[in-house]
Nanobody
Framework: VQLQASGGGLVQPGGSLSLSCAASGFILDYYAIGWFRQAPGKEREWVSCIHGSSDASTYYSDSARGRFIISRDNAKKMGYLQMNSLKPEDTAIYHC?????????????????RGQGTQVTVSS
């Protein structure tokens, strides 16, 4: 079982990045996919989540709503986080995680699998 986030990098304020989460070793279809981030000296923060199965409901933190878009491609076993209008305060290591159930569980920190993160740095 493996989850791997990628797509991070250095971007100027106002720019965009697209993160990817590759899953292997399990059937992704039924898992909710969530994105978390952790900045230096701060606690882990939930960013966004998308339900699994036939329910593709999406949820966003207040800081992400209106700027980030979460999506998934079950056939490719991938999750995505499109981040637009990036701000310096978005700088963090971003992780993807899954739960065989609901986004509510992920939001509360109940995680089945979590992958290594990818660094996002927003700076001029």
């Amino acid at each position: 079982v493996q989850l791997q986030a990628s797509g991070g990098g250095l971007v100027q304020p106002g720019g965009s990045l697209s993160l990817s989460c590759a899953a292997s070793g399990f059937i992704l279809d039924y898992y909710a996919i969530g994105w978390f981030r952790q900045a230096p000296g701060k606690e882990r923060e939930w960013v966004s989540c998308i339900h699994g199965s036939s329910d593709a409901s999406t949820y966003y933190s207040d800081s992400a709503r209106g700027r980030f878009i979460i999506s998934r491609d079950n056939a490719k076993k991938m999750g995505y986080l499109q981040m637009n209008s990036l701000k310096p305060e978005d700088t963090a290591i971003y992780h993807c995680a899954v739960h065989l159930g609901s986004c509510r569980a992920l939001q509360s920190g109940t995680i089945d699998y979590r992958g290594q993160g990818t660094q996002v740095t927003v700076s001029s």
